[in-house]
């Protein structure tokens, strides 16, 4: 257990950065869920619509510091390759 107040300050710090980059990663999820709905169902215009809207929140992540870049630019790419493959 912390006994400075400084150790104190910083576990309540760490518990708020925690609770919000939770938030992001969640928020990441659902915009690559839709994504990956729309690639399944086969509608590519939606597939498309719901890429454009994800790529900029995916980057997000990695300016928030939640993603890291290599990992955001991977599945961007297999994302939209698959968005590509639709027929």
């Not at 400075?4 to 309540?12: G, L, P, T």
């Not at 708020?16 to 690559?32: C, G």
């Not at 630019?73 to 297999?78: E, H, T």
């Amino acid at each position: 257990m912390a006994n400075s107040k400084q150790a104190k300050k910083r576990i309540r710090r760490n518990d708020n950065r925690a609770e919000i980059n939770k938030s992001r990663v969640s928020r990441i999820r659902t915009f690559i869920r839709t994504v990956e709905e729309a690639i399944t169902s086969g509608d590519k215009p939606a597939a498309s619509t719901a890429l454009k809207s994800a790529e900029p929140e995916i980057m997000r992540g990695v300016t928030k510091g939640v993603l890291h870049q290599k990992t955001a630019s991977r599945k961007v790419s297999r994302l939209s390759k698959a968005v590509k493959s639709i027929a």
